[in-house]
Nanobody, 125 residues
Framework: QGQLVESGGGLVQAGGSLRLSCAASGRTFSSYSMGWFRQAPGKEREFVATRSWNGVTTYYADSVKGRFTISRDNAKNTVYLQMNSLKPEDTAVYYC??????????????????WGQGTQVTVSS
């Protein structure tokens, strides 16, 4: 199933921006839909965004719509999450995830079969 490795997290002030990256290895990246999820302390993991393997469909959680952008570079086997206008409530560990081949992603964690180790994003007020 390959490996997913996130990077780009850190500490940022409210209103700032970060770009997360998720590098995939050991799989045919272009055939997998990718998603981003996050988990804050004491809360359940929640959906952030997904982009399909063919780039046709992209979905965002209402809480990030208009502020976050998911994109992918199949040549680099990497998916990105550009996060703008960050808020303290965006503080969480962010995970990237991949579906099985040629399946569309969704907001449900169970539709993804591979996960990265997570990267911490902290937004100070």
């Amino acid at each position: 199933q390959g490996q997913l490795v996130e990077s780009g997290g850190g500490l940022v002030q409210a209103g700032g921006s970060l770009r997360l990256s998720c590098a995939a290895s050991g799989r045919t990246f272009s055939s997998y839909s990718m998603g981003w999820f996050r988990q804050a302390p004491g809360k359940e993991r929640e959906f952030v965004a997904t982009r399909s393997w063919n780039g046709v469909t992209t979905y965002y959680a209402d809480s990030v719509k208009g502020r976050f952008t998911i994109s992918r570079d199949n040549a680099k086997n990497t998916v990105y999450l550009q996060m703008n206008s960050l808020k303290p409530e965006d503080t969480a560990v962010y995970y990237c995830a991949a579906t099985g081949p040629y399946r569309y992603g969704s907001s449900r964690a169970r539709d993804y079969d591979s996960w990265g180790q997570g990267t911490q994003v902290t937004v100070s007020s």
